[in-house]
């Protein structure tokens, strides 16, 4: 590390001792006159460049007599400028940006321009992303925008969350390129998927509330939209290395070759990445591609090939393996501790979590211009996924269950080492003691889960007299997808018998006393299918200043699926259910002048339930449509104040959503021995509250950002749910197993009104700092607040009669407070552009609750948590060629 400083020192040194004639300049946005940091300035003609300042000022040496410099920046248009010693000073550079205007990627204008789409919406560039991501998982670069709150969850790679407003993962739309990335089937995203996006990313906006994006299945709480490079890459390239705690290293190249003179442009890149994990037992290997083949065909038509891919495995640690904070105290690593990490008797490392999968996207796009007033933009897209995860299975219920690290906030004890890790050699043990004639107790299966999507995004858009643009298209999805269980390991025996997994639909009842062995299928078998047919269409009003749309929306989504483990095969193909969605949204911004602009919005949503906890009453073991099933619905309306200037720029905005017939899946803490859960529909929330984020630029170099994010999230109403075991299967309020819709199927009803949304902080606010305080050296010291974060709340039950009872108000997190330091350093190594970055989460080694389940007394003492990572860092040197 000393060496790293010394070099780092001397090559400020060094870079300082040169005195320069220079040119000057301020590189701002056009539409909005703000200043853009890190502006490439070079001089083509010696080769030298520049990275503009906070400011966006810039200063670059040129030989004497006339000169060119070219300056660009990703996601603007770049600009050539004739320049002279005689006259340094070049004033203000209005660059334009390319938000809208790169149509082979943005197909369906998802992209909002600020003082222009009536939104609220915040920004993340590449040089953020590159300077404050570090080791973070992606989502977490958003932790300091308003609304957002993300966390690592159990801490394995790629197992992180995010919400908005307070609406979980299936209520907010990712999009890449335009084209969304939400699960078809429940609707949420795994981020282990993504792991090359902070590589490939070229603009990040996150539009909370109704948002721009256009397809005709839109979400409710807000979108992430991110566009990822194409034909506005520069020619060159990079490689970069990068270290970290716990072993972290990542090595990885970009190269491209920028726009041909034939108007071709190819972009590569490639990562690996390595880690023992900051979690106890959490190591990962993780890779990540991206190729993007792009051809500008002629001066009105474009072509782009993109394909990426991220494969990874990753040892994890299992979301319920919470415990309580009495239980955290007692542990050797304390919150490190992982509960199902352990050995067998052998000491071969062994684990009952672990994740693999690899999820290539590939689009085509093709943008059109096919007059001076009209263009056709049309994507068409094929995402392919293998994987699957490790998962414990059992002779009974209760066998099953012994594969937990924990319960209820308390390590198990039936299989715990002296050492406190998990003792795997005593299912060994136990599988092959010979009184044991029934095969294996307790076997380990892994879930494969594979897909084939495809789908087609194609707008049309023209526009109408000189002030109004019309835009209209269409949004196609088709998705099957594959999920089975095979045994991988007996743990010693000789065979195992699934006779938990009852299927009394079956003519061949054989399976009660089958034995399988490594490679038969348990649990389920079965193939789920989605297709979505939509239609949407916006007109939009622009003139003087005024900028106003109205849009809609209409979509059928169809859902069906094919049983081959519970269902003979005359029977293994279900209904389809269909159902209608649709969107109306309006909306309007008005520029006052050029520091003073308002907006607002309103709109409604009419969502169709997900395949998963919606359309059907179990989707993993039956066919039964379920009868209860309504689309989810949300009416929202928003106002919003911007204000910008040299030196001060913010955004206030004030939104209310109501969301109607939400569907809710939710544990029960039952006096039964099984783990119940209730599926309950018809639930409603109110979600409200204010929003502040602001950027001053006080002195030269120096620039304070900052936001305030106050929420009201409650539920509005009482709910009532039909009771399933963990594994799927519906039973009785005694946990017994019976039929699907079985009269004595068992029911609870939860009083919920005024009850606070959980698993999210309502309450969040940023302060950040970032100042150069020698040229190319920049330092930042970020810090965020997180307050009135409720537990993710558990239905109690008092005996097992699952009568109607009041819930209590889960247990409130303490509120936390996590500061996160960054230097970035940029500097030439020969002839050659280098940048190197270090980063320091959790300066203070702070401890703060991020995850909590409300416990039986909605108090602290019965609450189970995941405590934040400690102080980590890393390191990273990026050469550019």
């Known amino acids: 590390m000393k060496k790293v ?67 660009s920046y990703i996601g603007y248009f770049s600009k050539t400028i004739e320049v002279s010693a005689k006259n340094p000073n070049l004033g203000t550079i209005a660059i334009e940006s390319e938000a809208i205007g790169l149509n082979d990627v943005t197909v369906t204008s998802s992209i909002a321009v600020r003082r222009k789409t009536p939104v609220a919406l915040s920004v993340i560039d590449p040089v ?30 790629g197992d992180s969350r995010v919400n908005l407003r307070g609406f979980e993962a299936p209520n907010i739309a990712v999009m890449i390129n335009g084209v969304p990335m939400n699960d078809m089937e429940w609707g949420g995203i795994y981020w282990s998927n993504w792991g090359a996006l902070s590589d490939v990313t070229r603009s990040m906006q996150v539009q909370r509330g109704l948002g721009a994006s256009k397809v005709a299945a839109p979400s409710l709480g807000g979108s992430i939209n991110v566009v990822t490079r194409s034909t506005d890459a520069i020619k060159g390239g990079s490689v970069s290395y990068g270290i970290g705690n716990d072993g972290y290293a990542k090595i990885g190249f970009a190269v491209s070759t920028g726009l041909t003179a034939n108007n071709w442009a190819i972009t590569l890149l490639g990562s690996k990445t390595t880690s023992n994990g900051y979690i106890q037992g959490t190591e990962y290997e993780a890779y990540s591609y991206f190729v993007n083949i792009s051809k500008r065909i002629s001066d009105s038509q474009q072509l782009s090939f993109t394909a990426f891919s991220a494969p990874q495995w990753h040892n994890q640690r299992n979301s319920g393996d919470k415990l309580t904070i009495a239980q955290w105290q007692l542990q050797p690593l304390k919150y490190r501790y992982n509960a199902s990490y352990g050995f ?37 897209y094929l995402s392919l996924g293998n994987g699957g995860g490790w998962g414990g299975q059992g002779y009974t219920s209760g066998d099953r269950t012994n594969w937990y690290g924990s319960t209820a906030g308390v390590p198990n004890t039936l299989f715990r080492a002296s050492d406190g890790t998990f003792d795997y050699g005593a299912i060994y043990k136990l599988n092959t003691d010979p009184t044991n004639t029934n095969g294996s107790k307790m076997i380990m299966s892994t879930a494969v889960n594979s897909h084939v999507w495809v789908g087609a995004l194609s707008t049309y858009n023209t526009k109408i007299g000189q002030n109004i643009d019309f835009y209209g298209g269409l949004d196609l999805r088709y998705y099957k997808g594959t999920h089975t269980n095979v045994i991988t390991d007996l743990y010693g025996g000789n065979f195992f018998i699934d006779v938990t997994s009852l299927r009394p639909l079956l003519t061949d009842q054989s399976w009660k006393t089958k034995k399988l062995g490594v490679g038969d299928v348990v649990y389920r078998d079965y193939d789920g299918f989605v297709a979505s047919e939509g239609l949407f269409g916006q007109a939009e009003y622009n003139k003087n200043g005024l900028s106003a749309f109205v849009s809609a929306s209409a979509s059928n989504t169809s859902n069906w699926r094919y049983d081959r483990f519970y269902y003979d ?55 039964e449509l379920n009868p209860n099933a309504v689309n989810e619905k949300a009416f929202s309306a928003e106002l919003g104040y911007g204000f910008r200037s040299k030196y001060f720029t913010a955004n ?28 309950m529909q018809g639930v409603n929330a109110l979600h409200q509250g204010i929003e502040l984020d602001f950027v001053v630029k006080p002195v030269k170099d120096l620039e304070i950002t900052g936001m305030i994010s106050l929420g009201d999230w409650t539920w509005q109403n009482n709910a009532t749910g039909y ?7 519906p039973v009785d309020i005694l946990g017994n197993v019976v039929p699907m819709l079985d009269p004595k199927q068992g029911i609870v009803k939860v009083n919920l009104q005024g009850i606070h949304v959980g698993n999210s902080a309502q309450n969040t606010a940023a302060l950040g700092l970032n100042y ?55 500097f030439k190594i020969g002839t050659y552009d280098a940048t190197l970055t270090g980063n320091i989460f959790n300066l203070l080694d702070s401890e703060y609750i991020t995850d909590a389940t409300d416990g039986s007394d909605h108090t602290w003492k019965t609450a189970s948590v995941f405590y934040g990572f400690g102080r980590t860092w890393s390191m990273n040197l990026k050469i550019r060629f």
């Not at 062994?350 to 056709?376: A, G, M, R, V």
């Not at 919005?601 to 906890?613: E, H």
Request: hydrophobic share 40%; glycine share 8%.
């Open 5 to 71: 400083i010394s070099f780092f020192v001397v090559i400020m040194i060094a870079q300082l001792s040169f005195s320069q004639g220079l040119v000057k300049g301020v590189v701002v946005d056009k539409a909005t006159n703000e200043a853009l940091v890190g502006v490439s300035v070079i001089n083509p003609a010696t080769g030298a460049g520049i990275a503009t300042s906070l400011d966006g000022s810039f200063a670059i040496k040129i030989p004497s007599g006339k000169q060119e410099i070219t300056v």
């Open 128 to 157: 953020m992303i590159e300077t404050k991501l570090g080791t973070q998982e992606f989502p977490e670069i958003l932790k300091s925008t308003p609304g957002i709150y993300a966390t690592k969850q159990g801490g394995g790679y």
């Open 344 to 380: 067998d008797m052998n000491g071969q490392r062994k684990q009952s979590s672990y994740n693999y999968y690899n999820k290539p996207q590939i689009s085509l796009n093709h943008f059109w211009t096919i007059d001076e007033k009209s263009s056709l933009s049309t994507a068409v």
């Open 569 to 623: 095969p005359s029977q293994a193909l279900s209904k389809t259910s269909n159902f209608l969605g649709y969107s109306i949204k309006g909306g309007a911004n008005y520029n006052i002048n050029t520091n003073h602009n308002v907006f607002a919005n309103i709109g409604i949503i009419s969502r169709a339930p997900f395949f998963s906890g919606g359309a059907f009453l179990q989707s993993t073991i039956s066919n």
């Open 652 to 679: 206030l905005n004030v939104y209310r959503t109501n969301w109607i017939d939400k569907t809710l899946v939710r544990s029960i803490n039952a006096n039964v021995q099984n783990s119940l859960v209730a599926n």
């Open 723 to 729: 009771l399933y075991d963990s594994q799927g299967q």
């Open 772 to 826: 150069q305080i020698l040229k190319g050296f920049r330092i930042g010291l970020d810090g965020n607040y997180f307050g009135k974060n409720y537990s993710y709340f558990n239905i109690s039950s008092v005996g097992t009669s699952l009568a109607s009872a009041d819930f209590s108000q889960p247990w409130m997190i303490p509120d936390a407070v996590t500061l996160d330091f960054s230097a970035n350093y940029r």
